[in-house]
C-alpha cells in the first residue's frame, strides 16, 4: 500500500525541497523513525536547478546587493550563505576524495549536505520572488578545497565556524520573532556541524591538526561560555578571501547596512590551523 506522499507505509521517499515541509510528510517521518522504516531522499533533491551555477561558474554574471535593513535583507543573507555550503557539501560528495574517506566522514559528509541543501531550499521558498539569484562558485577553487579529505574537513571547518558567527552577529537585527526562532533552530544545527567536524579533525589524528579543539575549543567559546560573532560586513570579507565565489560571475556587497544595535564586540572564528 502507497501512501499520499509517495511511501509504502515503511519507506518514505522525498523528492523535492517543497515535500520536506508538509505536514503529512513530517508525520510519516517521525512515524518511521519508531518503526524502523526507511527515508530516501531522491537525487532531484540535490540537483541544481537549470540556471543554478552554485558549482560549475558559468553562466551570466550577476550582482546580489544585500539590503540588510529589513528581515528580508537578512534572510537572504542567509540565504547566499547556505547557497555557499550546500554547494561546497555537494561537491565533496561528488569529489573523487569522497570514496577515500572512511564510513565515518562520508556519513558526516552526506548528513552535512542534505541539512545544507534543505536550509538552502527552504530560504528559497520562504523569500520566494524576493530572493537574491544563484551565486557561481570558482570552479579551480571548488577543485582544490576537495582534493582530499584533510583539506576537506579545514575547509569544512571554515564554513561551520563563520556560518555560526553570521547568524550570531545577523539574528540581533531581525524583527519577526517567527524569523528569529527559525535562525535560531538553523544555527543550533550548523553548532552541531561545526563540533561533529572538529571532532573529526582531532579525533582521527589527521596530520599537523591542533590538539585541544574537539567538539569547541576557547578559539571559538569564550571564558564566558559565549560563541564567537561576526557583522554581515565581517564574514562576507572572509568569504571573499577564500575566492571561493567566481566574482567574474557574482559579486556581493552590501547595499543598505543594517541599523546598528548593541551587542557583543566582533569576533570571528581564527582560520584552521594547519
Not at 43 to 59: I, M
Not at 111 to 132: C, K, P, T
Not at 230 to 247: C, F, H, K, Q
Request: proline share 4%.
Amino acid at each position: 500500500m502507497t501512501d499520499a506522499d509517495g511511501s509504502d507505509g515503511r519507506e518514505l521517499v522525498i523528492g523535492s525541497a517543497e515535500q520536506l515541509w508538509q505536514p503529512s510528510s513530517r508525520r510519516n517521518f517521525l512515524r518511521l523513525l519508531g518503526l524502523g522504516g526507511t527515508v530516501v531522499m531522491l537525487p532531484s533533491l540535490f540537483a541544481c536547478n537549470s540556471d543554478d551555477n552554485s558549482v560549475t561558474g558559468t553562466g551570466t554574471a550577476t550582482a546580489v546587493t544585500l539590503n540588510l535593513s529589513n528581515d528580508t535583507g537578512i534572510l537572504n543573507y542567509a540565504f547566499a550563505l547556505e547557497q555557499l555550503e550546500a554547494a561546497f557539501y555537494t561537491a565533496v560528495v561528488a569529489s573523487s576524495a569522497f570514496s577515500g574517506m572512511s564510513a565515518e566522514q562520508k556519513e558526516v559528509m552526506v548528513d552535512l549536505r542534505n541539512h545544507e541543501v534543505i536550509h538552502r531550499e527552504f530560504f528559497r521558498q520562504v523569500l520566494g520572488s524576493a530572493r537574491v539569484g544563484d551565486l557561481a562558485l570558482n570552479s579551480s577553487t571548488v577543485t582544490t578545497i576537495t582534493a582530499n579529505t584533510a583539506t576537506i574537513l579545514k575547509t569544512a571547518e571554515m564554513f561551520e565556524d563563520l556560518g555560526v558567527a553570521a547568524y550570531n552577529g545577523a539574528g540581533k537585527y531581525l524583527t519577526d520573532s517567527a524569523n528569529l526562532l527559525v535562525a535560531g533552530k538553523i544555527v543550533s544545527v550548523e553548532a552541531r556541524h561545526a563540533a561533529a567536524i572538529r571532532d573529526l579533525r582531532e579525533g582521527l589524528s589527521l596530520s599537523g591538526t591542533p590538539a585541544g579543539t574537539r567538539f569547541a575549543g576557547d578559539d571559538v567559546v569564550n571564558a564566558s561560555g559565549l560563541d564567537v560573532k561576526l557583522e554581515p560586513s565581517g564574514v562576507l570579507t572572509r568569504v571573499a578571501a577564500t575566492n571561493v565565489i567566481d566574482m567574474t560571475k557574482t559579486s556581493v556587497s552590501i547595499g543598505t547596512q543594517p541599523t546598528t544595535k548593541p551587542g557583543t564586540d566582533d569576533q570571528g572564528p581564527p582560520s584552521p590551523t594547519p
